[in-house]
């Protein structure tokens, strides 16, 4: 479990619309520990309404996991995306 006191963001989705195709994207990351301990940082993104696709990355500690959130956050910001 994470601990509540942490001050890493465990959580944060995007979202874009896509004028030139009328339809509206997401892409969420979210810091997570499995039954084992493991922290795991799980991307979901998509069109909105849409299945998607999710892809997990294992990190040896919360730290870096943050790190790696944020530095996919700064990408999709820069790609078009707005906190939701």
């Known amino acids: 479990m994470p601990d509540a006191r942490s001050p890493i963001r465990h959580h944060l989705v995007l979202y874009r619309r896509a004028s030139e195709q009328g339809r509206a994207r ?6 997570e520990r499995d039954l084992f301990g493991t922290i795991r940082l799980v991307r979901h993104w998509g069109f909105v309404g849409a ?8 990190f040896p500690d919360e730290t870096e996991a ?10 999709q910001r820069y790609r078009g995306y707005t906190d939701l």
Do not use: D, P
């Open 51 to 58: 299945k998607g696709q999710e892809q997990v990355e294992i």
């Open 66 to 75: 943050a790190q790696a959130l944020e530095a996919w956050a700064t990408a």
């Open 26 to 31: 997401f892409f969420s990351l979210m810091i």
